[in-house]
């Protein structure tokens, strides 16, 4: 249970379907987990676009009458993390301007590196901003290019930013979708049963509203899609793949196929390399829930140790009253977590998480598990140390408040005060994804301090 690392954002857009802000709508609940402080929906209706955004959950956003305003067949949604301080139903996405091509709508997964000094550019030219969003910059930079048609904008603008996009654009008749060129973030194509399209930042999207996946947006691409027409594709970047490693790790819902491979499948793989590379004896085999459980069960399966639920997550807990600040993380954990104490007392327990961010949560689940009744509790972490912040679109905690760039191994075990403590390698890690340090296919620079913008 990750309390302390977030996804700062979902996008869709849905091209073609005469229900386009339903199937949008849907999409989000199903990429909820990427963002729960705020929702929104822009769609067209081929003449005007219409925009709907606030605070809360897309099932407090929406309801059966707002959404029946989204009038159109093509839309785009977003649902974002907020970081702590910052509530301002300005800064919620679909970000929506008038200009002198007409109106258009954006929603953005990622961070701008350079954000600031475009910023800066624009604001000593005249600009006026009304949010602090790195988005807005686009807007901006469409609007102010000398370029007549908009994809020719939408291509002149992404070349002045930097860093990790997935981005989606709605104009009143086309719709674009947009990866940077290493692919940090996630985005999908698939294709709606109706024959029009959906993009999402997982495809757990499409399996709710009946899609299927045809392909990645490749790194680097600009689909474009218009009426009556198939998608037409633009290499605006020689592709450079650096995928974000941690959406394997733990963003990703288990049930999407990230990257073309099954997130369920690599986070069995992480288990499984875990107990090889870091074996223990043991009872059993326990998971900190949700997000280790496929890693759990991987361990489990190569080290022939029982694999069972020793804690209990309570999913009935609202999250709109919860900030994201340290005080609320911790009475979140005690809220949400319960020990099966059947399973644990006199046992000598392995729990497996996907990874140790602060070292606040994990202490707190072995002193509980140790409170139960456990004779030996073992941390197994299905990743390597979480040593750096992320600069590309994940909430990270600052260096000094990751535990793992603070202390040794030793020093966190006996932090969390575990029996033992053991990490996934770099190596290990990569070959549980199918790839090698080599292939460098992958961005890893929350466990390496190799940042590559
Ligand atoms: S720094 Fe970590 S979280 Fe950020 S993109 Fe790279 S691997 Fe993902």
Do not use: W
């Amino acid at each position: 249970m990750r309390e302390d690392i977030n996804e700062k954002c979902a996008v869709v857009g849905i091209f073609g379907h005469e229900e386009a802000s339903k199937l949008a709508y849907f999409s989000l609940h199903a990429l909820q987990h990427r963002g729960q402080e705020a929702a929104g929906i822009s769609s067209s209706d081929g003449k005007k676009l219409h925009t709907i955004k606030d605070r809360g959950l897309v099932m407090q956003v929406f309801n059966e009458k707002n959404l029946e305003t989204l009038s159109g067949s093509s839309a785009v949604g977003h649902t974002r993390y907020s970081t702590a301080g910052d509530d301002s139903i300005l800064d919620a996405q679909p970000v929506f301007a008038r200009y002198d091509l007409g109106e258009m709508a954006i929603v953005h997964n990622g961070n701008l590196t350079n954000a600031q000094e475009v910023r800066t550019s624009l604001i000593e030219k005249g600009a006026i901003f009304q949010t602090f969003m790195d988005t807005e910059n686009l807007i901006h930079l469409i609007a102010k290019s000398p370029k007549d048609k908009l994809v020719d904008r939408i291509i002149d603008a992404v070349q002045r930013i930097e860093g990790a996009f997935s981005l989606v654009f709605l104009s009143r008749t086309k719709m674009f979708a947009m990866r940077d060129r290493f692919g940090f973030r996630p985005l999908s194509l698939g294709r709606l049963p109706n024959g029009g399209y959906i993009v999402a930042s997982e495809t757990c999207a499409f399996d709710l509203v009946g899609a299927t996946l045809v392909r990645d947006v490749e790194p680097g691409e600009l689909l474009i899609f218009e009426k009556d027409k198939a998608p037409q594709s633009i290499k605006v970047y020689e592709p450079t793949p650096k995928h974000c490693i941690f959406e394997y790790v733990y963003f990703a819902r288990p049930d999407s196929t990230v990257y073309g491979q099954s997130v369920y499948q690599m986070r069995k793989n992480m288990g499984q390399a875990l107990a090889s590379v870091e074996p223990i004896e043991a009872d059993v085999v326990i998971p900190v829930p949700d997000g280790g459980v496929p890693a759990a069960i991987g361990y489990s399966q190569k080290s022939g140790i029982p694999y069972e639920l020793g804690i209990m997550r309570n999913h009935y807990i609202g999250r709109t009253f919860i900030e994201p600040t340290q005080e609320m993380r911790d009475l979140k954990v005690k809220m949400k977590l319960s020990p099966m104490i059947d399973v644990i007392k006199g046992k000598r327990v392995i729990v497996v998480d996907d990874s140790i961010v602060r070292g606040t949560t994990s202490r707190r689940i072995i002193r509980m598990l140790k409170e139960a009744g456990a004779s030996e509790v073992h941390m197994r972490v299905s990743s390597p140390p979480t040593t750096d912040p992320c600069f590309y679109g994940v909430d990270t905690p600052s260096k000094d408040k990751l535990i793992a760039s603070n202390m040794t191994n030793q020093e966190i075990c006996d932090y969390i005060e575990a029996d033992s403590l053991a990490y996934l390698d770099e190596d290990s890690l990569l070959k549980s994804v199918n790839s090698t340090v080599d292939e460098e296919k992958y961005c890893t620079a929350c466990f390496t301090g190799k940042y590559i913008v």
